[in-house]
């Protein structure tokens, strides 16, 4: 029988929980996905996720079981859209500087929405200290010369779609179960995978890579995207930004254990600062 519906996160900590997973599954996913780059392009390596990811979510939860309102339709297509830009954005950020720099300069999306929705003085000590490790996060100190122009601004773009992401994300939640999820990964797929088709041609039907784009679909897309819209339900989006704030430390753990990046002591000083910012919004 189909899981058509995901059961509603009603329990902070279990959303908390929920996004924490999808954070360490998107990250190590982005780190296997880095390898293929040289394969089948970064287009290729995007059309992978998304168009492999709509295909599982649609099997799951066969959402054309209820048809969507045109206001819903709205929301779900500009849902769609801002995953697929916000996914074919940061790929090709990683394709030019170092992941846990793109992933640092993306963060400050969900950042900004963290700032404008807070009413509460422990929110702004909060971002302050988020800030604080971003800033040490970026390996920038003196080094400023050796960052690609192109990969800064597309790593900056890919910030603009995680804000709109989360906007728009917190309205289709509302949607029973995964159909949210399904519908907006069918609409990323419907202009990003002819990308990669574009780009890459026959190399996509490759075996061996159609395996690893798999894997990198399950655990950058289908998963997390799960998991984030079970959090969405339960956290408000300003809890939710400052949770995804902690994606830089993740993605420099990930970078760490699949690619062999060491950290600093500044580093993880930075990843400390960010934890704690995130914490110290989750308290009540």
Known sequence: MGQEQL??????????????????SLNVGAAIAKHL???????????YRVG????????MFRPWR?????????????????IGLMNL??????????????????????????????????DFVAVCLAVVGLYFLLPIHGHVD????????????????WALYIVYGKRVSAMSGGRSVAWGMLAASLFIVPIGVRHSGEALLTPAYLMVGAAIAIMSSALPYTLEMLSMRTLSARTFSMFSSAAPALS????????????TLTQWAAITAIVLASALTSLR
């Not at 040289?38 to 059309?47: L, Q, S």
């Open 7 to 24: 059961p509603a996160a009603g329990n902070p900590w279990l959303a908390g929980l929920a996004l924490l997973c999808s954070q360490l």
């Open 37 to 47: 780059f040289p394969k089948v392009g970064v287009e290729g390596v995007t059309a």
């Open 89 to 122: 954005l940061i790929y090709r950020a990683f394709s030019r500087i170092p992941m846990g720099i793109a992933v640092a300069i993306e963060v400050a999306g969900p950042l900004t929405v963290a700032v404008l929705a807070s009413h509460r003085p422990r």
């Open 146 to 161: 050796q960052l690609d122009p192109a990969g800064v601004a597309y790593a900056a773009g890919a910030a603009v779609c």
């Open 252 to 263: 420099a753990l990930a970078g760490m254990v699949v690619l062999g990046e060491h950290l």
């Open 52 to 59: 492999i990811s709509a295909l599982v979510m649609l099997l």
């Open 66 to 82: 209820t048809p969507l309102t045109w206001k819903q339709a709205a929301n779900v297509a500009i849902y769609g859209s801002v």
